[in-house]
Structure formats: C-alpha cells, structure tokens
C-alpha cells in the first residue's frame, strides 16, 4: 500500500497539484461563506455539506476528469491468438495519443474478464479481471497511432472470456 502511495505522488504533475490547491481554496471559501451565514440554519447547513463535498469527492473527480482531457488516448484490439504449446495468449492493438501533448510514458495494460450468460454478471466480472499484463511504451507524439503486443502469460483458463486494452499516459 505504502508503494501505492508513493507512486501515485511521484506521478503527479502541476496540473494535478494546481487542481488540488483550487479545490481546497474553494472548500476554504465556501467553509467562510458558511461562517458568515450562521444564522441563516438552513443556509449554512447546506454550505457546510456542500464545503465537505468538495474536499472529499472533489479531488477524486477532478483527477479523473484532468487525465481524461489532458492524456486523452485510445486503445483498440486488433487480434488476439492463444498459443498451442504455450500457455500463453497473444493480444496485438493499436493506441492513439488523442490529446494536445506528447506522451512520455504509456502503461498499457491488457485485461482479460470472464463471460457468462447474465449481463450484470458480467458487468461486476468487467470490475474485476482474472488476468492483467502490462507493458511501457515511451515517447508517443500527439495523433500517434502506435501497434502494441502484449503476451499475457501465464494463461490456463478454458472457458469463454473477453479483452480490453487500456492506458494510463503521462
């Protein structure tokens, strides 16, 4: 957990720590604004939860919605072979730097999700893969497409599953 941690802070850019820093100016705003209005109850209860709102689920969604404007990519699968005499499962796709930057750093990751015959099964099965590899590409230039392989090993299950690919681009 601690190494979570670490390396959530270490990949964090001055976008993420200017959002930080707007999100707690407006929770110290809006904590005054609800000082000021004391005496009006209804009011200021309403700015007090709204002031902890934004402290608590703010960052969380702010963060998400920066990376998806600032990195935003695309990742397609294009082929996915099983090996005879290996266990292993080849998945070949392309990812695209849709953004205004360039990409130093792309982790994709290739998922591998279970299938069964209900639907909310398998959407609780998409939260959750059986099986996930991930490679580095370095240096994608804005409106790059750029093919990737990844060899997800070991692989021994024999039923019916389904794959996606995904990038985290700083």
Do not use: Q, W
Not at 132 to 144: A, F
Request: charged share 20%; with cysteine.
């Amino acid at each position: 957990m601690k190494n979570r941690i670490l390396a959530f802070l270490e990949g964090l850019t001055n976008y993420d720590y200017a959002l930080f820093g707007g999100i707690f100016i407006l929770f110290l705003l809006l904590l005054v604004i609800t000082l000021l209005l004391r005496k009006k109850h209804i009011i200021s209860t309403i700015m007090l939860v709204l002031s902890a709102l934004t402290l608590f689920v703010g960052p969380v969604v702010g963060y998400i919605e920066l990376h998806k404007i600032l990195y935003k990519n695309s990742c397609v699968v294009t082929d996915s072979k099983e090996l005879t005499f290996t266990p292993a499962v080849v998945v070949t796709g392309t990812i695209t730097n849709e953004s205004k930057r360039d990409f130093s750093t792309c982790t994709i990751s290739a998922n591998l999700y279970k299938v069964s015959g209900n639907v909310i099964i398998n959407k609780l099965f998409m939260l959750n893969p059986f099986k996930k590899m991930s490679i580095v590409e370095n240096n994608i230039l804005k409106d790059e497409t750029r093919a990737v392989k990844i060899i997800v090993e070991p692989f021994n299950y024999s039923k019916e599953y389904n794959i996606s690919l995904g990038a985290d681009c700083r």
